[in-house]
Every structure is written in C-alpha cells, then in structure tokens.
C-alpha cells in the first residue's frame, strides 16, 4: 500500500474513499483521465461505506415507489456488476431479489398500487413473519461493500488510478494546494467525497448525521431472499445481518442494539434467542431534502456525498453524471440533473 502521494500533479484529486469516491476514481480511470484518491483511513474499513452488508432496493420509503434516481442507480449497478465481471473482479453482488414485508393492512393496501410483484402472507417463505403479505422486487439485490470497494480499486488502479491510504486531506488553499498527512498535493480539479466525516476547516455543505447499526447474528434460519425496509436484513457465510435505526445520537447504547434486535425478531421469529456476534455501527450524511449533493463549491472544487441510506445503491450512477460534468465543465443547478 502506497502512503506518500508524489510525481506529476493529476488532473482530478478526490478525497476520500468510500463508495462515492470509489465510484469516481473508476469512472474518471475509465475515461482515461489523470486521477489520484486520497484516502484518511483505509479503502473499505473506513466510514459509512464500511458497512458489512447492503442493499440495493429501489422501493423505499413508506410509500415504496421507486424514484427515477433509485431505478437510475440501480440499473447503473447491473451495469457496473457486469463489467466488473468482465474484468474477472468479483464485486461481491448478488442479484437475488429483495422482499419487503408490510407491517399493516394499511401499508399493503397503498403498495397495492405498485407495479411490482404482489405477494399474499401464503406466497412468503415461512422463514418470515408477514401476516400483511409484501412486495417483491425480482430486480433488486444485494452487496458486500468491502469486496465492492476492492473490485473499484483494483479495476481504477489497472487504469493508472493512484490510490492512497493513510493519508488526510488537512488543509485547503486557493489553486488547489492541498496540505495532507504526508506533504502537499496540487491538481487542476478537487473533489471532496468525504461522507459525515467532520472536516473542520473546509467550507463544505451542511448535511445532517444520521447514526444507524448492523448487527449479525448467528442462527439457524435460512433467509431465501434479503428484506428491506425500516429494518432491513440478509445472510451470508452462515450470519444474519439486520441493520436499520435512525437516531440522532451518534454513539449507540445497549438498548439501541436490544432494540434493533426486537424489532428484526418481529420480521424473522427465530432471531428471538439468536446470539449477536458484531456490532457496526455508522453514520449517513443525509441533505435537508434528502437529495444527493454533487455540488461545485468553487470553480474547479466539488462536493459529492449526503448519499443519506442509498450510497450503494446511487453512487455509481451519480458517479457517471458528476463525470460528465467534471470534463465538460458544466454545473448541476437542478435535481432533475440528477437522473
Ligand atoms: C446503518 C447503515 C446502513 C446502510 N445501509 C445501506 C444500504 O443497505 N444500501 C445503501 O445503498 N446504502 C446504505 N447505507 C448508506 C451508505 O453506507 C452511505 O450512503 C455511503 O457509504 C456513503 O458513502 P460516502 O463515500 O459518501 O461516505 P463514506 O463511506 O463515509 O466515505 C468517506 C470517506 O472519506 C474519508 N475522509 C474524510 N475526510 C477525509 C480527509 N480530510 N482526507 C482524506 N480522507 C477523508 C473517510 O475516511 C471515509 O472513508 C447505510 C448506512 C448506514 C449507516
């Protein structure tokens, strides 16, 4: 692993590097263009985006109505998956479908209007609980962040992408000097990627910290298929991963876990006496109104983050619009750009 970014100024510097930064150290390679990542702790161990597990489930919400942004991101990671793939990289998703469960009669009746699939309680494995029956999105899937953030890395870096990892952005002056943990980096365009992490000292938009936890549990349940939803869960290598809470305190406490373990019991019952071997917990920058932010905060220096609950699932397209403006150098003044 390199720590000393060195040698010819690149064009583009981004900083930061979980999935937002990732993506676009990727896109930019891919293009061919002179990129350098510079990142504080170490790819995929590091921030929102060390998450274990994730999904990509475009029906979220209440509602469960896919936005044009969720379908846009999703398609885009079918995309990537299969390119990956052809560069013999392993990304670690996996295109099983995702399951959401109502809670209530009520909740069934408003997703009856969905166009997705329609599931009676008689059509939902008995591995789950759910009385109202659900929706099932045959398209949708999910990820191992830390194998994704690797593939991203490896295909970038085949592309003369120089990633470097232990290194902190600390400073920034006008004309893009950068002063870092291991000396000073220049570049022609700056890109700040750097999630909820506080940065005290560059002028970057305001986003509100959401904190949220998985825990992985070791059962003997076998789940066909992820669900999403306010709690959200999936298996692999014989562990059970249920993540969700939305609290505004940034530590979790004891009950914040015992919590989310009840609430994960209600969808799969057999969670009741299940033993907890991880804790993760994190923090999702989110915007006011929710939208992602890829905003130029400067000519030539750019924010893009507050991916709030979707960073997998939208980064990789949004990764492939900001590109588009990077090179062409026009701005993105309306959401609607966003799609
Ligand atoms: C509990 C929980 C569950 C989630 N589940 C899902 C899910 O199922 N599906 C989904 O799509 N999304 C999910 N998310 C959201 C997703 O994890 C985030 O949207 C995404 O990881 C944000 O990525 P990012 O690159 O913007 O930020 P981060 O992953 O936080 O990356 C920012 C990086 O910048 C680095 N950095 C910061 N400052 C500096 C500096 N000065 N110099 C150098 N480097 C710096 C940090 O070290 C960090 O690695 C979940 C989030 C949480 C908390």
Redesign the pocket.
């Known amino acids: 692993m390199t720590s000393k970014p060195a040698g010819k100024r690149p064009r583009y510097l981004i ?7 990732c993506s676009l150290a990727y896109v930019l390679g891919q293009a061919g263009l002179e990129v350098r990542l ?4 170490e790819i995929g161990k ?4 060390s ?1 274990p597990m ?3 489930n475009p029906h979220r919400g209440r509602m469960a109505r896919a936005s044009e942004l969720d379908l846009a991101g999703l398609h885009a990671m079918q995309e990537l998956d299969q390119d990956l793939r052809a560069q013999g990289l392993d990304a670690g998703i996996h295109w099983t479908g995702v399951l959401r469960i109502a809670s209530n009669e009520k909740q069934r009746k408003k997703w009856a209007k969905l166009t997705v699939q329609q599931l009676e309680p008689s059509e939902i494995s008995s591995a789950y609980h759910a009385p109202f029956g659900g929706i099932f999105s045959a398209e949708a899937g999910w990820l191992e962040p830390d194998k994704l953030l690797r593939a991203l890395k490896q295909a970038a870096e085949a592309k003369g992408v120089q990633f470097f990892e232990n ?3 600390q400073t920034l002056e006008t004309g893009f000097k950068l002063e870092t943990t291991a000396g000073i980096e220049e570049a022609d365009k700056v890109i700040f ?5 506080e ?1 005290r000292g560059f002028d970057l938009p305001e986003f509100e910290p959401m904190a ?3 825990i992985a549990l070791e059962a003997n349940i076998t789940m066909p298929y992820p669900i999403a939803g306010a709690i ?1 869960g999936m298996q692999n290598k014989g562990l059970i991963y249920m ?1 969700g ?1 939305h609290r505004e305190r940034l530590e979790p406490e004891a009950e914040d876990i015992e919590r989310l373990k009840e609430s994960s019991s209600w969808f799969l019952k057999d969670l009741k006496d299940s033993a907890i071997t991880q804790v993760w917990s ?4 989110k915007s006011a109104d929710n939208k992602p932010l890829l905003t130029e905060l400067h000519p030539n220096l750019w924010f893009f ?1 507050a ?7 939208c ?1 990789y397209h949004l990764a492939n619009v900001l590109a588009k403006k990077l090179v062409t150098g026009e701005l993105i003044t309306e959401s609607e750009d966003l799609v």
């Open positions: 900083v930061g590097g979980g999935i937002a930064g510079i990142e504080a702790g590091t921030g929102a985006s998450v994730a999904l990509m290194v902190r952005v990627c750097t999630g909820a992490s940065n949220g936890d998985v959200y993540g809470n994190g923090i999702r920058a983050g991916l709030g609950g979707r960073g997998f699932l980064s």
